[in-house]
């Protein structure tokens, strides 16, 4: 995990065993085979500050995150004169990504970050959207450039990704950001925000992740994908299981942590649980209800009050992952901006190295590694 992400350290010890005079594991309410004795949530509330009656509140973590970047940001336009600036680009007129959209724009102005954004038809061709990114790209006052997803058919989504500048993508969808999260011993500048934010729900609530059973439900770019990923760096041994998985259900029944991101309504059942588990809960799924101003509600892809049953604490839906995704955007958003503002340069490394030096020996590298490159391709490397 990135050094400059908000989390804190914390030993674990202290849940693990017997005689530790460690509290005792929540309790387990659904008997059944395949726990394990002891709990990865700690019966202390002052270590589960977010966890209420087994339900964990995204909405406070994402208030308390946007808290300190709000002081963040206030002291870099103290110091420095400027903030750091976050542009979205929307595609077309889909409700659900101008709600997304809405709530980023309020969620930018709430902590003082500056917000532009570039609404275009779903007639637009990809050579014009190209172009607005490449505008983004260049103008100082912005830090982060988000291309709301999905993107009509006509446009090609991996060319739109790999054009944002690495040092904008404050998404973290571009190819070098997640092969960069998937190497050891490297770091992407930027934690895709929905992963990110699962993780931070984990950690901010010390929820113990080394040495966890985890199980992911989906393996898209955006979220299953790097989810496993970042409980990998983690130290948790990772399963993932997608549309093609065999069994499913008796894979996350062996899961201590469970990240469900296949978008299908109440896909995992309460008997799939293990007891004690944590259950993160990313599914977003509308279905139907007449009593809604909106004729919809919000569901996650777990069966939330099975879970609250069998689970030592899970995310609801609205109100688990979905604010955090947008606190997150807004964190690495920030960390742009410091990169920029404080010239703490474009790698994420722990390096003491100014933004300058480090530019520049990077600058360096590459126009090595080209001219060996060169070299070889003309066979003299042979
Ligand atoms: N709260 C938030 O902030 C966010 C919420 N979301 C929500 O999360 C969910 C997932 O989003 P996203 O990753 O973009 O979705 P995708 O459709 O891109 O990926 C879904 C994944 O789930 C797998 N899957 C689908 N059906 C099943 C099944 N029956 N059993 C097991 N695996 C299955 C797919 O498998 P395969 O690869 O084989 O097709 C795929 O890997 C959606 O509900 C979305 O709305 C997304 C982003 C942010
Ligand atoms: N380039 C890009 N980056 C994204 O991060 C991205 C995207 N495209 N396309 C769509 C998905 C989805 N997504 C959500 C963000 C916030 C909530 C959220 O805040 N949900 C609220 C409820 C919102 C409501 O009431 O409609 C909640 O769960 O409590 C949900 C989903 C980001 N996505």
């Known amino acids: 995990m990135s050094s400059s992400s908000p989390s804190r350290t914390h030993s674990w ?93 309020k969620a930018c102005a709430d902590v003082g970050i500056a917000s532009f954004e570039k609404c275009l038809p779903d007639t637009v061709s990809q050579e014009e959207l190209l172009k607005f990114v490449r505008d983004f790209n260049s103008d100082k006052s912005v830090h982060g450039i988000l291309v709301q997803l999905p993107l009509p ?67 898209s770019n955006i979220v299953g994908l790097p989810a496993a990923m970042l409980l990998l760096k983690r130290d948790a041994s990772v399963t993932i299981v997608h549309s093609a998985t065999q069994d499913m259900a008796s894979i996350v029944r062996r899961a201590d942590i469970v990240i469900a991101a296949a978008g299908k309504t109440e896909l995992i059942k309460k008997e799939w649980l293990k007891p004690g588990c944590v259950v993160i809960d990313v599914g977003t799924n509308g279905v139907e209800d007449k009593t809604k101003k909106t004729g919809y509600r919000l569901v996650g892809d777990v069966d939330f009050a099975g879970a609250k049953q069998v689970a030592a604490a899970v995310t609801p839906v609205p109100g688990g992952v979905g604010p955090m995704t947008i606190a997150m955007l807004l964190q690495n958003t920030l960390e742009g901006g410091k990169r920029d503002i404080e010239g703490t340069g474009s790698s994420s490394s722990s390096s003491s190295q100014p933004g300058w030096k480090k530019r520049a020996i990077s600058l360096a590298r590459t126009v090595a590694a080209a001219a060996v490159g060169a070299w070889l391709a003309g066979g003299r490397g042979k």
């Open 153 to 219: 058919k006509h446009i090609d989504e991996s060319a739109v990704l790999a054009e944002i500048s690495i040092e904008k993508d404050v998404d973290g969808f571009h190819p070098l950001n997640i092969g960069r999260l998937c190497m050891k011993g490297r770091e992407p500048l930027f934690i895709p925000c929905t992963p990110f934010g699962c993780m931070q729900l984990l950690e901010r609530n010390n929820i113990k992740i080394k040495g966890a059973n985890a199980v992911v439900v989906g393996r």
């Open 13 to 105: 010890a202290s849940f693990d065993g017997e005689g530790s005079g460690a509290p005792s594991p929540a309790p387990m309410s659904s008997g059944g085979s395949g726990g394990s004795s002891s709990s990865l949530v700690s019966s202390d509330a002052s270590l589960t500050p977010f966890i209420k009656d087994r339900v964990i509140d995204g909405k406070a973590v994402a208030k308390t995150i946007q808290g300190e970047i709000a002081s963040e940001v206030s002291r870099l336009k103290d110091r420095y004169g400027r903030v750091p600036g976050l542009a979205v680009v929307i595609v077309g007129a889909r409700k659900d990504s101008q709600t997304y959209v809405r709530m980023k724009k």
